[in-house]
């Protein structure tokens, strides 16, 4: 089957956006992905920074790349139930080691998990609309569940979301060591995850894979529409997603990041907007995609999309080398961290440019084909890629 290159670009535009606020987790503890006032105090640096960032990417890239896993299984459906489950049963196998063994932001479990669900709602959906307005349905189920949980939660504020000094000091003590102390950690970390991943974000990673789904099934995601509509749409849901959005981000700004409002309620206006934006997103790429495709670097980027899995985990090895063991964890704020995203961005793109000059697949989705041909019991020949 012939590669949707627009497709590609897609996703390696939400795999190198991702690591904008994925830079944050490396370079910060825990407690700053989502609080920028985490030591108790914030420059107008720092705020005008998160805030920016919250408005045009906070949230958006993930929920861009679940827009997409959709998507792939859409594509999926006909390689059949033994070769879809062996290869989300591997996914979910990789994640659970990338998130115990090397770090504990990882997405790649929760995604496998919830894939191994969402693929039979997938096959078995009658429609292209009732596939979508399940999705819709589930993403805000998940976004009730945020609402209930804020207001069920107290006004007093916890070491998670403002650490004290001894917290720091010992999160950043197991980073740096690693060993058996970092992997009870991330171990706990990734017992918390899975009760978040069925309680609430799993519900929103459900709803967007079931909408990425019917949108490739309607021919949306394959460029099956007048470059003209694309645009239109386009424009109109990235700003409907940014009005959406921007009253929260004055509101957590003027309520100086309180964790009652902003760990949960001012969430909620974020994750609405997010599919919007996203949508829109990709969108303006298949609306202006004759004038992108003249760019050299829009084929680089496609690579990265090719190499989406390899890349994401490339990313890691990268930023947990650099800021665990050099010692530069929590030693930048969130602007300078920045500048640290474009290095990481050339040598994804260098990396991917060359491998794929040479090789059909990245080093990783190779192992991961292979492995899921083995388990599945289906030939190599019976599959296009």
Not at 55 to 68: E, R, S, W, Y
Not at 92 to 120: K, N, P, Q, S
Not at 281 to 287: D, H
Not at 325 to 344: N, S
Request: overall charge positive.
């Amino acid at each position: 089957m012939e590669r949707n290159v627009t497709l590609d670009f897609v996703r390696g535009v939400a795999i190198l956006g991702i690591l904008l606020l994925n830079i944050n987790a490396f370079g910060l503890p825990k407690a700053a992905y989502l609080n920028p006032a985490w030591y108790g105090d914030i420059t107008l640096r720092d705020a005008w920074t998160w805030a920016i960032m919250d408005l045009f990417a906070q949230v958006k890239f993930l929920t861009l790349f679940a827009l997409l896993f959709g998507a792939g299984l859409q594509l999926l459906l006909r390689r059949g139930k033994r070769w879809i489950q062996s290869r989300l049963t591997l996914l979910v196998l990789l994640g659970f080691l990338h998130g115990l063994l090397f770090w504990d932001g990882d997405i790649l479990l929760a995604y496998g998990l919830v894939g191994l669900i969402c693929w039979r709602m997938i096959r078995d959906a009658h429609s292209v609309k009732s596939l979508f307005n399940t999705g819709v349905m589930l993403y805000l189920v998940g976004l009730g569940v945020l609402v209930l949980l804020g207001l069920m939660a107290g006004d007093t504020t916890s070491r998670s979301w403002v650490p004290d000094a001894a917290n720091l000091q010992y999160e950043q003590f197991w980073k740096q060591q690693g060993g058996m102390e970092a992997i009870g950690n991330r171990a706990d970390m990734l017992g918390d995850s899975l009760i978040a991943l069925g309680a609430q974000y799993g519900w929103q990673l459900a709803g967007m894979m079931l909408m990425g789904a019917a949108l490739m099934r309607s021919g949306w995601l394959r460029g099956q529409f007048s470059l003209r509509h694309y645009r239109r749409v386009g424009t109109g849901l990235v700003l409907l997603g940014m009005a959406i959005n921007l009253p929260a981000i004055i509101v957590q700004w003027q309520l100086h990041w309180d964790v009652r409002w902003c760990a949960f309620l001012l969430q909620a206006p974020r994750e609405l907007s997010a599919p919007f934006q996203t949508v829109g997103y990709a969108a303006l790429i298949y609306g202006f995609w004759p004038q992108l495709a003249r760019l050299k670097v829009v084929a680089t980027v496609a690579c990265v999309g090719r190499m989406a899995l390899s890349n994401y985990l490339l990313q890691t090895l990268i930023c947990t080398t650099l800021f665990y063991r050099f010692d530069l964890i929590m030693k930048f704020d969130r602007l300078t961290l920045l500048t640290f995203v474009i290095p990481v961005w050339a040598i994804n793109l260098l990396f991917s440019y060359y491998w794929l000059r040479v090789f059909r697949q990245g080093p990783v989705e190779w192992l991961w084909r292979q492995l899921t041909a083995r388990a599945s019991g289906v030939s190599l020949s019976n599959t296009s890629r």
